[in-house]
């Protein structure tokens, strides 16, 4: 496709489950980031992957998150133990060499 | 620490009118201004960018003004029509190899017909 895809696009669990977001990003765009996005908070960034280096994980609020990028293109966020504080729209963006940043859509997690 | 300051949260401006939208940032480091617009239920979109060595860059009716010793930049938006209804983040980019943009908290556009 020729833009950054995303699922599911909406996501709704029960406090405690884990749940996992995917993330297509543009074919040959190198660098891939999550950003999470919360009413009226702006895009907080969680995680940045760029070619084959070591993640930037500063972002992640905590040891309940985690990522990986698979080949270098589909990454997937998952989230343990779910908490309502996690409801929020998670937002990828993917970025080829010294290029522009392209977001996806966003999953909206709903945690009850 | 909030590292890009954005203002108004919200702004609400009649057809043909200006809408503008303010920008602070406190880290000197950053290298790289871009604009995103956001519609509802769709990830946002790069409006327009600026580089600290340019006072100012307009792309048809959006102008972004820098000022590098206040550490400020904005957004003009000329003759603002009900369409340009969205959500305006500004965006700082870390200087180096450092790619990781630091967003403002947005501002929510509302341009009456």
């Known amino acids: 496709g020729a833009g950054v895809s995303q699922s599911p696009s909406n996501k709704v669990t029960e406090k405690g489950k884990d749940v996992e977001l995917r993330c297509d990003p543009i074919s040959g765009h190198t660098a891939l980031y999550w950003y999470r996005q919360s009413l009226g908070q702006g895009l907080e960034f969680l995680i940045y992957?760029?070619?084959?280096?070591?993640?930037?994980k500063s972002g992640l609020p905590s040891d309940r998150f985690s990522a990986e990028r698979t080949g270098g293109s589909v990454s997937t966020l998952t989230i343990q133990r779910t908490q309502q504080e996690d409801s929020a729209v998670y937002l990828c963006?993917?970025?080829?060499?010294?290029?522009?940043?392209?977001f996806g859509p966003g999953t909206r997690l709903t945690v009850l | 620490q909030q590292q890009v300051k954005q203002s108004p949260q919200s702004l609400i401006v009649q057809k043909g009118g200006i809408s503008i939208i303010n920008c602070a940032y406190e880290?000197?480091?950053?290298?790289?201004f871009p604009w995103y617009q956001q519609f509802p239920g769709k990830g946002p979109a790069l409006l327009i960018a600026i580089r600290p060595d340019v006072s100012e860059k307009k792309e048809g009716r959006f102008t972004i003004s820098f000022n590098k010793s206040a550490k400020q930049f904005s957004l003009h938006i000329m003759d603002s029509q009900p369409g340009d209804s969205a959500t305006y983040f500004c965006?700082?980019?870390?200087?180096?190899?450092?790619?990781?943009?630091?967003f403002g908290k947005g501002t929510l556009l509302t341009v009456n017909p």
């Open positions: 963006a993917s970025r080829p060499i010294a290029g522009v940043f392209t």
């Open positions: 880290n000197t480091a950053f290298d790289y």
């Open positions: 965006a700082a980019r870390g200087g180096g190899s450092n790619y990781k943009l630091t």
């Open positions: 992957f760029q070619g084959n280096s070591a993640p930037d």
